[in-house]
Structures are given as C-alpha cells and as structure tokens.
C-alpha cells in the first residue's frame, strides 16, 4: 500500500483543496483511498477540522477524528515527541484500513505554530510516505516557485527521502503548465538531481472563490430584510455604487452584489428594475444603517420578494467594502456545493496516472463513483458525438450545453430562436461558446413534414396533422435524430417523461433485438456504482419482458465499466416463497439465463440478500450474486420507483438517469427537477450509447 504526505511549500497554498482533489483524481483512476489530517488546524477550537469535514461529508470517507491542536502542543512542551507520534501512526492505521492508497495531509505553516515543517518532516518519515510539496504561484515567479521547493526538499532530508512530486495551485490563466515545470527544473540545481516531476498545476478560477450571499450576510452580521435566495446565490462581483444610474448600469450582472447607501431609493429602484428583467443579482446591500423611504420600499416589493436577498450593515460604505475586502476566501463547512467544485476542478488538473502506477494494481476492482463520473465524460469525448436538446431556451439546458461544447463532452444542438436563447445566456452570465449550434424550429420545420409522413404511413398521418405535431420541439428533434442529422436527443427539464418517450416509440421505434423500452437509473453509493432497473417506464412487465428488462440493464452496466452481477429482487429469496408475483421473477430469471447464458443472474432474492454480503452468505450461501449484486432488477414500477427514490433521498444518494435502453437511437428522458450537472451526465450517457449502437 503506497502513502502520500501533502507538505505545503509556504503561506495560503490550498492544501484542503489540493488534498482532497488529489484524493478524488485517485478515486477516478479506480482506486480505493482513504484519508487523514493527523493534526486538527482551524480558526476556532468550536469549528470542525475543515479537511476531515469535507472529507466525510464530500468524498464519504472514514476519516479519523484528527488530534486536537492543544493537546499536540502540550506533547510538544514536554518532549513527548515520540508518544505524539504513536498516536498520529494510530490515526493512519485506522485510515489505511482496506485501501489501495492513504492521502495524508500536513499542517499548514501559521506564524503562531513556527513548529510546522519539523513535525511535517517527522509524520512523513514515521508513516513512510511519498511527499508530493503543495505550492501557489499566484505571486511567485519560477524562479522563487524553484527556491521554496529546494528549501522543503533540504527540510525533508535532501535526497534520502521519496519525494513523489509537487503540485502547484492557483496558476495564472494562460500560462503553459509544460513550460513553467520546465523554467522551475532548470531555476534549481537540486530539482534536477531529484528530477521532481510537476503533479499538477492548477489553474486560477476566480468562479469558485465566490462565496454564498449568506456568508457575506453572517461576515458582516447583516441584519436580513429579505433573505429570498440567500442560500443558493453567490457573490461574483462586488459593485459599490457612488455614481448616478446611467453610469452603473453595466454592473448589474449576474452574480452582482450590489452596495449602496440605503438612502440612494435611484440604485434600489434600479437593482428592482434589473431584477424584475431576470438578472439573478448576488444581493443588496444597503449602508449606513439606512433604510429607503417605505414607499420606495413598497415599489420595490415584488422585487424584494421574488429572490433578491436584501440586507442592511450598520456600518459605512466604505467600512463595509474594507471589510470584505478581508474576508476568508476559505469555503464555509457547511458550504458543501463549493467545495464538491473546488475538488473536481483540482482533480481535473492533476496527472493521477503518474500517481497511479506509483500505486500498484488496487485489491479489488471496483468503480466507485468518481471513477465512474470520469469514464463517462471520458467515454463520451472520444464518441464526439452530436446530441439535440429540444428545450433550447430552458436556462440550465443552455448552461449544460455551454458545459459540454467547452469541455468537449458532446457537440450540441439547441432548438429554439437564437435571440431568445442569447437573452437567456446573458441573463444567466452565460459564455455561449463559439460554434454552438442553435436550430430555429420555425425556419427548419417544413422539411420534416415529409419525412415524417413516410414514417407514420402505416397509422395514416396527413401533412397537416404532421405540421402540427412538429410545433413540438420535442417531435422536431426526434425526427432529426430518425433522419440521422444528430446522434440523441436528450429533453425533459419543462416536458413531461411521456412527452419525451412518446415520440421516440413513433419514430424511432425499439431496435431489433429489444421487445420493449425500458431504463435504468445509475446509483452513485458512497462506494460503488448500482444499476437499478426498471423504475421508469413499465408498469408491470411479464416475466418475458421483465426477463429482457434484465439483460438490457446487465449490457448498459458493462457498457459503462461496471461488472454485470444482476439480481432478479423479490420479496422472497430462492425457492422459499411462493405466489404469483415471485413465480414471475422465478420464470424471468429462468429465461433470461436461458437467453444469455454468458450473464450472472439470479434470483428471485431479496433487496438485503442481494445487497449486504452477510444476508447473502446466511440465505443464498451458493449464489454468485448474493450479497455482491451490481445490477437489481425490480419486479415492477411501483417497486422500482419506489425503491430507488427511498435510497436517493434517505442514504443522499446522487441517481444518474433514467437512461433509456432498448430503442434503436438514444433518446433519454430528465427530472424536471434536474440540476445542471444532472443534464451534462444525461448528454454524456446519450452521448455513449450513440457510439455503442454505431460498433454493435
């Protein structure tokens, strides 16, 4: 088992963020990690050891407690460096329990704990660990990037010790990581004895430095006169407004918080005004402990409460803008959206194949659920397929669609009129990329008509009634994907499933191996990736159905990395239960080994049999499946449904899906609930399936 100690080279490197994205990239790379902040750091005694906390709540690890800060001094004090040291080997041992690999990160230097790099230097070489150095080049040049690095190497024991690596964080945009690692090895006549290979740089992203409305509320102490969407809005831009509403106009932007004196009743009218145009502003924040005149107060309602957080600070303008000028860019505990970005920004730009090998072949081969989330983007690029989202002007659609073109996920094709999908772009501080394609439906319309009549000969369909279903933008994309113009569709933000569903059975029709459409839900749990099936679209299937239901979801899991062991769920296991809703899922299991021999299938079996390996061994001691399952088939909708909702919401568990198997060209249906990364994992899984009909 291998260990890395994250050391920090000075001051503000991110170490949290850097530790923890370097456990996630190694999460990706299929391995199983596990994690330690041996020494609890933090600004107060009452607050949780941010990296344990973000650790748990985020990455789902079993995180030791770290030991607290007062009672490593007092060791300190006496001499018992020894004994502090059994007790920080104990915290590892406790970590390291059933892993691939353990990330271990070091104090932070603080002026007040001079004694940090000693006791670093002594945790690294008690655990004997890899140490990969943790810098910031945001204000150093190369050449001082290359003098820290040769100081912590001469700290840590010159060539004797192992040294993985270094990380650099908050890189300047635009500058080459090649060419920096080159100017920093050739700046150190140490670093190139040691041939110290750069991890990572990455990148300076001022976006994930905003912090919520509400911790600018509570830094301030802000006294809340509408909290509207304090929670969910984040602060991008601060605009302190001095000057006359003409010559601010262009600071009312997404993400804006706007501060101004609470007697200016020209700036309230004009944040309302911007706010009532669909501008989502950070906040207002009114100054000087003063409140606009009621009347104003009262034009401004709908405003007020459509939203818009609205605080007063009792101080001045200029004191309040001092003041946040000093506020922590560190992410707040319970802040666990920012920091899930910040850990997936980081990961995305360190090299965890370099790593990887250092590593070794894991014990058990498994995708946890970062490792899944990776090969699908991964998959989905080298597809590079074209996917039309019919629901072009729906903002989070707009933003999944930017997301997608800029990192290469998929090409896609937005329907809807391109002035109004700009106004939605600009109004959500959207950069619509160059190139994307935008379809207005009432310009490209007439020429479906005909195609469509041919399709649907058979139920006699009339050119009229064929221009009338295609005022759907929804039909217009499913026919672009039956003439082959687009690789999927994927809709369903503002459009019901069956909206979605039903065209696709018109025109695109089942492929021709599949009986029936159904679909799958892919189950992120803390430690690996289910596949439920089906829990969206079959009522109550027969056992030949529920039978095919179970082969296509044991092919949708291999096709996207995840070992088939599927398990045909009932509320009886083996031959101990009788009825006619278990004779079902008996006879299904039957013909859907008989179908596909080469598959691991069994049943029928309860979810805990199938699930916890302890229930497996006591009630089916010689099933292949029980207790391991990967695939679980439930016997009809209601169960389905039923079940993968109670798992989402009761264990928080993130479902990607449903994804639709079965049809001869991808089409997949959204929550109307669905977040915006929900849509990019739908583009990519579409996206995937598009290439795995073109090879079969």
Known sequence: ????????????????????????????????????????????????ERSTHFARAICHLSAPEPLPMEHVEHLLSQGEIDQLMEEI????????????????????????????????????????????????????????IAEQLEMNIQAFGGSVRPFAGYILNRVPRGVRAEEMAQEILEAGSMLQHQRLPMIGAVPHEPDLLAPRTLDVANYLRARLLFAGQITRRRVRSMAVTARTVPNIVHLFKPGALIITPGDREDIVLATSMATMNGVPLAGLLLTCDALPDPRIQQLCHQAFTSGLPVMSSEYNTFETTSYLSNMSRQVPADDTERMERVIDFVAEHLDAAALRLRVGEPRERRLPPPAFRYQLMEKARAAGKRIVLPEGNEPRTVRAAAICHEKGIARCVLIGQRAEIEQVAQAQDITLPEGIEIVDPNEVRGRYVGPMVELRKGKGLTPPVAEQQLEDNVVLGTMMLALGEVDGLVSGAVHTTANTIRPALQLIKTAPEAKLVSSVFFMLMPDQVLVYGDCAVNPDPTAEELADIAIQSADSAAAFGIPPRVAMISYSTGSSGTGSDVEKVRAATRLAREKRPDLVIDGPMQYDAASVESVGRQKAPDSPVAGRATVFVFPDLNTGNTTYKAVQRSANVVSVGPMLQGLRKPVNDLSRGALVDDIVYTIALTAIQAQQIVRS
């Open 1 to 48: 088992m291998q260990t890395f100690f994250l050391a920090p080279t000075g001051f503000e490197a991110g170490l949290t963020s850097v530790s923890l994205g370097l456990v996630r990239a190694l999460e990706q790379a299929g391995l199983k990690v596990g994690f330690v902040k041996p020494v609890a750091q933090g600004s107060h005694s009452s607050e949780p």
């Open 89 to 144: 080997v104990r915290l590892y041992q406790e970590a390291a329990q059933n892993v691939d690999v353990v990330v271990v990160e070091g104090l932070v230097p603080d002026q007040k704990q001079v004694y940090s790099t000693y006791l670093n230097t002594k945790i690294a070489r008690n655990l004997q660990a890899q140490t990969i150095f943790v810098g910031a080049a945001d204000r150093l040049a190369t050449h001082e």
